[in-house]
């Protein structure tokens, strides 16, 4: 018996509001590649970092590198059942292909600069290929196939660059990855342009954008259980030591006050944000690019933790200093333009919080790592004060996005 076309939703009250149970455990894959991912950057600054600070530099590159491959994939999958019903068979098959590949792709991260490049590189470009491929043979509207189509070009040809750079020395691979990144990066924010075909127009695109909103979400409630899970890990190697109990609970407390600053109150009504704007697809877009650099931020921090449990009392470096009050920054960065999307303005607290956090790394570049771990905290607290500070007694604040 054939089976229908994926429906394309068109508007908010089409499909279901929440995530699949499939897209949930798609999401668990991404907690182990995750903690790969904090392991690959833990082991250049903890272990080469200390010898030379540009072995830590290029190393945390190629670990980014990976992460964007990685969220590429994510982001990719989200869209997708987002746009179309995710409890079709079809986009079900989508989703396991991509949980199928990421595990994969989580498996390799520590070796894939290495040994395992070519099984990194071929479960990315599978992943990638398959998911526009498969909707290509079975949505039957020109101007969805045309899309389709678009992205199967692109994806094919990067596809080149990703397994050509799998079978050359480390120095080409990273060229020849990174190259592909940038143009698939590229590809996508306008539109998937390709020659004779023509590109798409991202407002045009129709979007559910209570699950996608929700989808970002539960993303960035991984990236913070991995934060959570990777500072218990390292604590309870020696939960007796003091240094490390206070370290832990400098993780802990920065964990809740990122989840806390998250969803006060812009976290929470995304999918109102989203749904209120003109082009949904648009701010579905932005925020995207807010999430990315809010969930680097806080895997930044989880590696600065790590770091500084494992030596609280050591000799502080630039690169951990980086992780445990830069990971900090960047997040409240991302929150700054996530506050913009959904508001249309910004709270002062975020960027005066930058500020000090800017300012206490050469200030604590003497002291040992647990003095900076336990000043973090401290800053985020600040802004979780101000910001309780200014919903109080005022009616929830609604979305007014400016898009």
């Known amino acids: 018996m054939r089976i229908p076309e994926p429906t394309a939703l068109a508007g908010p009250e089409q499909g279901p509001n929440r995530a699949t149970f499939l897209e949930l455990f798609f999401d668990l894959v991404f907690v182990f590649a995750l903690t790969r991912i904090s392991a690959r950057a833990f082991e250049d600054l903890a272990l080469e970092g200390g010898k030379t600070g540009w072995t830590a530099l290029t ?23 987002s746009r179309y019903d995710p409890y079709h068979t079809w986009l079900q098959v989508i989703v396991i292909a991509a949980l199928v590949g990421s595990m994969v792709m989580g498996v390799a991260i520590p070796r894939a600069f290495s040994s395992t490049g070519f099984a990194f590189a071929a479960a990315y470009v599978l992943v990638q290929v398959s998911r526009p491929g498969i909707l290509l043979l079975t949505l039957r509207q020109l101007r969805h196939r045309r899309l389709m189509l678009r992205m199967l070009i692109t994806y094919c040809a990067t596809g080149v660059l990703w397994l050509a750079g799998a079978l050359l020395p480390t120095p080409a691979r990273v060229t020849l990855w990174t190259a592909a990144l940038l143009l698939e990066y590229v590809a996508g924010r306008f539109g998937w342009p390709v020659p004779g075909l023509g590109r798409s127009t991202v407002s045009r695109w129709d979007i559910h954008g209570e699950h996608l909103a929700e989808r970002y979400q539960q993303f960035f409630l991984v990236a913070l259980g991995e934060t959570i899970l990777i500072a218990g890990v390292s604590y309870s190697r020696d939960a007796a030591s003091a240094t490390r109990t206070a370290a832990f609970a400098a993780a802990l407390l920065t964990s809740v006050l990122l989840w806390r600053i998250y969803v006060q109150r812009a976290g929470q009504i995304l999918g109102e944000a989203v749904t209120r704007a003109a082009h949904p697809a648009t701010i579905g877009r932005s925020a995207a690019d807010t999430h990315l650099v809010m969930v680097l931020g806080v895997a930044s921090t989880a590696i600065g933790y790590e770091l500084v449990n494992e030596h609280p009392t050591g000799h502080n470096q630039a690169g951990w200093l980086t992780m445990i009050l830069g990971g ?32 206490l790394a050469p ?21 979780a004060v101000a910001d309780a500070r200014r919903a109080r007694g005022r009616p929830p604040e609604p979305a007014a996005p400016p898009f």
Do not use: H, M, N
């Open 59 to 81: 190393g945390g590159g190629k670990t980014l590198l990976l992460f964007l491959a990685l969220w590429s994939v994510w982001q990719g999958t989200a869209w997708t059942t």
């Open 328 to 359: 900090p920054a960047l997040f409240l960065a991302g929150r700054a333009r996530f506050e913009y999307e959904v508001f249309g303005r910004v709270s002062r607290s975020r960027w005066i919080a930058i500020l000090v956090l800017v300012v």
């Open 363 to 383: 200030v604590l570049r003497p002291d040992p790592p647990l003095v900076a771990a336990v000043a973090a905290p401290l800053v985020l607290l600040a802004v």
